[in-house]
């Protein structure tokens, strides 16, 4: 594939992860909106973390969960959302002590719990990185209402990439949806978003 064309193909699968985000967003908000009711956006789900230990959505009873679904090998938008979790987190100590952020991979036939230890570890040692075999990806997503595809690449040693929504999910001590952010909010003001709700 010629670079202009791949610099195209690579800038139509951004437009099209942001027009999904766009999409849950507004859907996200309007169920919020519904009889004063939560949002029904996530649920149970049985993973596997970064050191091979089995865990489910009850292992982090007690604290807030910040969820972000991306996947190792993704070249821009997974590593800086990623690290502006991390900076928001070191902008304000005190929510480390209250809240878990978490990477569910989108690519589990790539991000094996090893992967995705020495991924995470780059964001922090309080970062956790899930994965599980596709059936489980493909029941978490669903559940989380998470866009995810594969991309083909066949001029590409990688072989293919994922389109995936953005969205950062925001859960509270007893496992109940409380809000999703914009990945492009810069560090200052989802700092600020999370001091706000997590209390």
């Known amino acids: ?5 791949r610099a195209v193909f690579l ?5 099209a992860a942001a027009v999904a985000t766009a999409a849950v967003t507004i859907l996200l908000t309007s169920e919020r909106q519904v009889g004063g009711q939560a949002a029904q956006v996530g649920g149970a789900f049985a993973l596997t973390d970064q ?3 089995r865990v489910t959505e009850a292992d982090f009873r007690g604290r807030y ?3 972000f679904f991306g996947f190792t090998n993704c070249p821009d938008v997974c590593p800086m959302t990623l690290q502006r979790i991390a900076d928001a ?9 209250r809240l878990t952020p978490v990477l569910i991979t989108v690519d589990p036939e790539r991000d094996t719990p090893a992967v995705m230890k020495e991924y995470v570890g780059f ?31 066949p001029d590409s040693a990688l072989g293919y990439t994922m389109d995936h929504g953005g969205l950062i999910y925001l859960y509270g001590p007893d496992g109940a ?4 952010y914009d990945p492009s909010l810069d560090v200052t003001a989802l700092a600020a978003r999370l001091k706000e709700n997590v209390n």
């Open 65 to 67: 969960m910040l969820i």
């Open 51 to 53: 050191d091979g230990k």
């Open 89 to 97: 987190l070191d902008a304000v100590p005190a929510l480390k002590e």
């Open 177 to 180: 949806f409380v809000t999703a």
């Open 1 to 5: 594939m010629p670079p202009r064309t």
């Open 11 to 15: 800038a139509l699968i951004a437009i």
């Open 123 to 153: 964001f922090g040692p309080e970062f956790r990185g899930l994965t599980g075999t596709q059936a489980e990806i493909d029941a978490v997503l669903k559940a989380y209402k998470v866009y995810a595809k594969k991309v083909p690449l």
